[in-house]
C-alpha cells in the first residue's frame, strides 16, 4: 500500500475568528525548467542554501472561514487534475469536521487547477450549496474560447480545465464575478494582484486589530522567490507584472507585520515575511494545538 503525508487540518486564530488551513497535498515543480529571469546557477543555489530540492514539491492549501453565518472556502485544490499527491481537500474538509454541503461560499483567488481543480468531482459540483465567488478578468480569460485559440497548444489546457470545472459553475447560475478591491463579506476583501493571472486576487480578513492576508500564488517555490522576488516562473500569465506585485506586497507585509496565509508555501501556510538581504525570508507561526 502506498501511504501519503496527509496533515488535513490546521487551526490558526486570528482575533475572534477560526482560519482553517485545509491540506489538498502537494505539486511537484520542476524548477530547472520553469523559473524564469534568474541568473545561471541562482536558483540551483538557493535551493541548496535552504536544503531544498530541484524538484521541489509545492504544499497545495486552502482556507477555511466562518464570518457571520457563512462558511466560506478559499480555493478548492487540483481536485481529479494533478495525480494521487493532491485532490485531497475533502478528506481533509471531513477531517476538520465539516462536509462539502456545509460550505456556503466558494472563494477562488484566481482559475488555476490546483485552485479551481476540486470544484467538480465526478461531473457534480463539490460544493452543491455553495455560490462561487471569483475575479471577472480571470471569469472572462480563461472560459473563453477566443482567448484559447491565441495561445500555444501547450497552454491550451489551463483553459480546457478552467472550462471544465468553473463552466458547470456558471452554467447553474452559481457565479457571482467581482472587478474592483471591495468588502465581499463582513471583515473580507478582496484585493486584485493582476499579474500571475489577469484576475489573482489576495483575500484581507481582519478580526478586532489583526489581520490576514490570503496571499495566494505570491510565491510558487518559496526558497527561490521570496530570496529573489525578481523570479519568475512560466506559469505566470504576465511574469514582469506578478514580480512587480510579489516585490510590492512583500514589502507591505514585511513592513506592516500581518499575518500571511499562502496557498505554496508549506502547510498550513501561516506566517509573516521578514526583510532579509535582497529578499524576504519565510517565519512560519509557531504550532499550536489551538
Ligand atoms: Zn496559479
Redesign the pocket.
Known amino acids: 500500500m502506498e501511504r501519503l503525508n496527509i496533515p488535513a487540518f490546521y487551526q490558526f486564530r486570528l482575533g475572534n475568528l477560526e482560519i482553517i488551513a485545509l491540506s489538498d497535498g502537494t505539486v511537484k515543480i520542476p524548477t530547472d525548467k520553469i523559473m524564469l529571469f534568474a541568473q545561471s546557477g541562482e536558483t540551483e543555489a538557493l535551493l541548496h542554501a535552504a536544503f531544498a530540492k530541484t524538484d521541489y514539491e509545492a504544499s497545495i492549501n486552502s482556507f477555511l472561514v466562518k464570518l457571520g453565518e457563512k462558511l466560506i472556502i478559499i480555493d478548492t485544490g487540483a481536485g481529479d487534475l494533478m495525480g494521487p499527491g493532491s485532490g485531497h481537500l475533502l478528506e481533509s474538509l471531513n477531517a476538520a469536521g465539516y462536509t462539502s454541503e456545509d460550505i456556503d461560499v466558494v472563494l477562488l483567488?484566481?482559475i488555476?487547477?490546483?485552485?479551481s481543480g476540486g470544484l467538480v468531482i465526478d461531473g457534480q459540483l463539490a460544493f452543491p450549496n455553495a455560490t462561487l465567488y471569483v475575479n471577472q478578468n480571470d471569469f472572462d480569460y480563461w472560459l473563453s474560447e477566443e482567448q484559447m485559440n491565441r495561445v500555444k497548444p501547450e497552454r491550451q489546457k489551463s483553459f480546457r480545465n478552467a472550462m471544465a470545472k468553473v463552466g458547470p459553475w456558471a452554467d447553474a447560475g452559481k457565479v457571482k464575478t467581482f472587478t474592483k478591491d471591495e468588502e465581499l463579506f463582513p471583515g473580507l476583501f478582496s484585493w486584485a494582484q493582476p499579474g500571475?493571472?489577469l484576475g489573482?486576487t489576495y483575500f484581507v480578513i481582519t478580526s478586532g486589530s489583526e489581520k490576514l492576508v490570503v496571499c495566494?500564488?505570491i510565491v510558487?517555490v518559496a526558497p527561490i522567490q521570496l530570496a529573489n522576488p525578481e523570479i519568475a516562473i512560466t506559469?505566470?500569465v504576465d511574469p514582469e507584472a506578478a514580480v512587480i506585485k510579489r516585490k510590492e506586497v512583500l514589502k507591505i507585509a514585511a513592513d506592516e507585520r500581518f499575518w500571511l496565509a499562502a496557498?505554496?508555501i508549506s502547510f498550513p501556510g501561516f506566517g509573516h515575511v521578514i526583510k532579509a538581504g535582497a529578499g524576504y525570508q519565510w517565519v512560519s507561526a509557531d504550532y499550536s494545538t489551538g
Open positions: 483567488t484566481h488555476h487547477g490546483d485552485h500571475h493571472t489573482h495566494a500564488d510558487h506559469l505566470d496557498n505554496h
